[in-house]
């Protein structure tokens, strides 16, 4: 039996809430003053409190800061007659569950009380997955993909050649950088990054090479660049594929000759710079186009790193979304301990164009958004939240035409792998369910490996099937 209580002085009140509220499972219990209802907390430990903020006794932002003494993680709605802007965000920022204006709309606050009494069940027992601590910086996955990745890594990093680490945006091909680096012998040096597409063209040059003074028109001192303040550690030239022809040549020379000479000087300055560079762009294709040069690509993949999208490893989402909760925990005052299983289902069914680093920005708004100890769908972005699979997926699974054209309306891009998924996705599941689940039986009538069969189960996030006994 959940117990909700409700904190108000109107008797009304009380007694339209007590009848709206009360349900099978559901015990409501009422309270005129601050003092009282603070007295029924502390004897009967409630699942959630419904609270007003004009009290007899005392104000209901000071009773919230008394309950947040009794019980910190109890789920507190507050409600109010009397709306301000600065009673709105002082209830949110000490930690409310809900804030909502009076007359309250019954079915919203319905759902408001169910989601707090869900929030209080779970933080009561019900099996969730536990945030461990994380590390800023740190690469995080477990997948077949990842495993590859760690082992190009320790394979690469104790030699001091030059490493081209290849990736969609948002894949974390600086934290590969940097794990390099710090796996390296020149780990007790210097680590600098550079963006080369966030630079204009005309500063990429300074900022790499530096300038003497008077070089150009605002040089009025010598300034190192990049290249040189690196010296003894590792430069990591994000973005290689945006770099201008004439500073592809110069970084050529460097690399072939290890020296190199400051805008606007004569005298030429040897290097000793480990070099990484990363980039989301096919460079083969840049190469074809005329657009980059192809003895740099040469001199840039000694060895490559290929970086997967998360797409392609959605089963590393579960430890991504722990460690980024951890830090964000610290970052952002929050206390989460635990995940909602519903949380980590929604998000393994999202496409992730945006990639780990979408991911980064998701997790970083549920938790600001977050009250009390689990992380709930309900906290997520609405783009997550509100959509249980994407459009294409609810509709017809053999109109590809169809998902194509709406595709193609929509401005999509990466359309041959998401029909394929979408096809794969279909045919996995009906014929695990048609098999009970087998997986040796699956594999054998799609006509594929169980290895395969595995990959592409948890590639799609496809949910397990409970095989029969039979």
Not at 51 to 62: K, Q, T, Y
Request: aromatic share 4%.
């Amino acid at each position: 039996m959940s117990r909700l209580i409700v904190i108000d002085d109107e008797p009304n009140v009380l007694y339209s809430l007590r009848q709206a509220l009360s349900r099978d499972g559901l015990e409501v219990e009422t309270a005129q003053t601050a003092r009282q209802g603070l007295g029924q907390i502390r004897q009967t430990t409630p699942d959630a409190v419904i609270l007003d903020v004009r009290l007899p006794d005392m104000s209901g932002l000071e009773a919230f800061d008394k309950i947040r003494e009794v019980d910190p993680q109890l789920p507190v709605i507050v409600i109010t007659a009397f709306a301000t802007t600065e009673t709105a965000i002082e209830a949110m920022k000490r930690g409310a569950f809900e804030y909502l204006l009076k007359p309250v709309d019954l079915r919203q606050l319905r759902r408001v009380v169910a989601q707090a009494l869900e929030v209080s069940r779970h933080r009561h027992g019900q099996p969730e997955a536990d945030v461990v601590e994380g590390k800023p910086g740190e690469i995080v996955g477990q997948s077949a993909a990842m495993q590859e990745v760690y082992k190009a890594i320790g394979r690469t990093a104790p030699q001091d050649v030059t490493v081209l680490v290849v990736g969609e945006s948002g894949t974390g091909k600086e934290l590969v950088a940097r794990s390099l680096h710090q796996h390296s012998r020149r780990a007790s040096g210097p680590f600098l990054a550079i963006n080369c597409a966030a630079i204009p063209e005309q500063l990429l040059e300074s900022e790499l090479f530096g300038h003497e003074k008077g070089a150009f028109t605002g040089a009025d001192r010598l300034r190192p660049g990049k290249f040189e303040q690196a010296s003894g550690g590792t430069l990591f030239l994000d973005e290689i594929g945006d770099m201008s022809p004439a500073t592809q040549a110069k970084v050529l020379r460097l690399l072939q000759e290890q020296r190199f000479e400051r805008l606007g000087g004569t005298t030429t300055i040897s290097s000793d710079v480990r070099l990484i560079a990363a980039t989301n762009q096919d460079l083969d294709a840049q190469v074809a186009a005329g657009r980059f040069r192809r003895d740099l690509l040469y001199r840039l993949n000694g060895f490559t790193i290929h970086l997967p999208p998360l797409r392609q490893r959605l089963e590393d989402i579960p430890d991504l979304v722990q460690h980024f909760v951890s830090l964000f925990n610290r970052e952002h005052g929050k206390s989460i301990r635990s995940i909602h299983p519903e949380v980590i289902a929604r998000l393994q069914r999202h496409d992730w164009p945006g990639n780990v680093r979408e991911l980064q920005s998701a997790i970083r708004f549920a938790v600001v958004n977050s009250v009390g100890e689990t992380l709930t769908v309900e906290h997520l972005p609405a783009h997550l939240r509100d959509a249980e699979r994407p459009p294409t997926e609810r509709a017809n699974p053999l109109d590809i035409l169809g998902m194509v054209e709406d595709m193609l309306a929509r401005g999509d891009s990466d359309i041959y792998r998401r029909v394929n998924d979408l096809v794969d996705r279909v045919v996995i599941e009906r014929v695990l369910r048609h098999v009970n689940g087998n997986q040796v039986h699956a594999s054998e009538r799609l006509g594929i490996s169980r290895t395969t069969l595995r990959s592409r189960i948890q590639m799609l996030g496809i949910p397990p099937v409970a095989e029969s006994s039979e």
